[in-house]
């Protein structure tokens, strides 16, 4: 009986020890009211490695009645984001402090009263709100008068947002927020760059990016803490950057008609990249450089043919070896996007119709089928619609078969869309936005987002054809070559 109690202690003992030297995590509670919520999702999201093919980090918040309390295991202070649906609120949480929040579904996120450690940064955000009400609505339509030539303010609205935040967030714990805004402002900046060497033909581009890049140095932007404050690391600066070369025009004109941007991101990959890698020259930093590159790499491995994508995939391993969460994570998406890669079987589902008829890909077999992942919300989605039912029309169903699968949350928003543009292919809801299962189960990064099924069930062409640009030129090449089974 005294060697069961010595060996029981010592048990204890050495599993607190584990646990201790496993992990320097502090248990945090937060807990607060919500005066109702209905059937929404109400979690706690960790901003992830990477904004748009990371899994995400949730945690979902139990309620009774009208109260919540969760609790997290925390080692550093961060900011966490509350999640009702779709709307997230950033929330500063300290390890072992207690959180007190008090929510109103019809102004979420707006009006959240925060009790305790983070209550003087939510007072400065909530600041910050209010003084850039409207301010988002403003730049916006000031940058459409750009997009035209037209005389705008919408360099001196995104100027004021930035002192605004200055005011409010810079040196609090929302400081990460501040330096988000400053990659938003330099974002607008080389759109109006964009615009203006379209429009006006004495625009100085060289000198314009050059003054850019000065200005994006005095503020630190190339710095590993500024790139990691933005919601795609250096993704959007790249982007927009590749833009100001009027390389969108020129495949514009060559082509006699206005493509779709993932088009023309598909047609001049090479241009478009070169400018991109432009960028990282500016970069000093190695841990900066090893997560902004990150971010372009990602881009290429989730949006061109893999075998495409792999060299430079490859020589990120090589080069940043020493960043193992930056190489495991590439690795598990490089192997995520082969999973579903050409030559690979169809991802399977079993989705509903409206009448509650249930659907799967061996409704579909002996024939190709385009898969159309889309909402109703997604302008580039249904700008295509007029090709798909030309396409329709012009291949038999013995040939090619369309199915809709819709990612909109709401099936009675869902019901709405296909009764206004009435399209005669099947139509399948899934639901849950981008959590759908099967379009993550497609690693899908947004939409429209279109997978080409073989009539055996395969993969044959991975989002690189759009109805409106190039999908009949690929469908009549697989129809020439493709033998029936007898």
């Keep these: 009986m005294t060697n069961n109690k010595i060996s029981n202690s010592a048990l204890i003992i050495c599993t607190i020890l584990l646990l201790c030297a496993c992990s320097n995590s502090t248990p945090t509670t ?7 919520l209905g059937d929404a999702d109400f979690y706690l999201e960790f901003k992830p490695l990477h904004y748009k093919y990371s899994e995400k980090n949730q945690i979902p918040i139990e309620i009774e009645g009208t109260t919540f309390r969760t609790i997290l295991e925390l080692d550093e202070p961060q900011i966490v984001y509350l999640g009702i649906q779709d709307e997230k609120y ?5 390890p072992g402090e207690e959180l007190t929040l008090e929510i109103l579904r019809a102004d979420f996120p707006e009006n959240v009263v925060v009790e305790g450690t983070g209550k003087e940064a939510n007072q400065a955000y909530q600041q910050f709100l209010a003084a850039t009400n409207g301010l988002e609505s403003e730049i916006k339509a000031e940058m459409d008068k750009f997009k035209v030539g037209e005389q705008n303010t919408a360099l001196e609205l995104s100027s004021k947002k930035v002192e605004l935040a200055e005011t409010h967030l810079k040196d609090t714990d929302f400081n990460d927020l501040y330096l988000k805004t400053l990659g938003e402002d330099l974002v607008i900046r080389l759109r109006a760059i964009e615009y203006s060497g379209r429009h006006f033909p004495d625009f100085d581009e060289d000198g314009a990016r050059a003054e850019l890049f000065e200005y994006a140095k005095s503020i630190q932007f190339f710095t590993l803490p500024v790139l990691e404050a933005q919601r795609a690391g250096i993704r959007d600066f790249t982007h927009y950057f590749s833009r100001t070369f009027g390389i969108y025009d020129s495949v514009n004109q060559a082509y006699g008609t206005t493509l779709a941007e993932y088009d023309i991101k598909q047609v001049a990959y090479k241009e478009l990249n070169a400018k991109r890698m432009q960028v990282i020259e500016h970069i000093e930093n190695e841990d900066a450089r090893a997560y902004a590159e990150l971010f372009l790499v990602a881009e290429r491995i989730g949006e061109i043919p893999l075998d495409n994508a792999t060299p430079s995939y490859q020589k990120y391993l090589n080069d940043y070896a020493d960043y193992t969460e930056y190489t ?19 991802v399977p589902f079993s989705l ?11 409704n579909f077999a002996g024939k190709y089928v385009l898969l159309d992942f889309w909402a109703g919300w997604c302008q580039p989605c249904l700008e295509e619609f007029s090709h ?11 040939q090619l078969e369309i199915v809709g699968i819709s990612t909109e949350v709401d099936s009675l928003v869902w019901i709405y869309d296909i009764e ?12 849950k936005g981008f959590d759908q299962e099967t379009f993550k189960g497609y690693k899908g990064g947004g939409i429209p987002f279109y997978i080409l099924i073989d009539p055996s069930g395969n993969i044959v062409r991975y989002n690189d054809m759009r109805p409106s640009f190039n999908f009949t030129e690929v469908l009549d090449s697989l129809l020439i070559h493709h033998q029936p089974p007898n």
């Design 420 to 431: 206004r543009f009435d399209n005669p292919w099947p139509q399948l809801y899934g639901g």
């Design 388 to 398: 798909m039912n030309e396409i329709y029309d012009t291949y038999s169903r013995d």
């Design 328 to 346: 495991s994570f590439i690795t598990w998406f490089y192997e995520e996007i082969k999973s579903v890669s050409p030559g690979q079987p169809a």
């Design 90 to 94: 950033p929330i500063f949480i300290t």
């Design 30 to 36: 937060i807990h607060g009211t919500i005066d109702y």
């Design 352 to 362: 509903p119709d409206r009448n509650g008829t249930f659907y799967t890909m061996n």
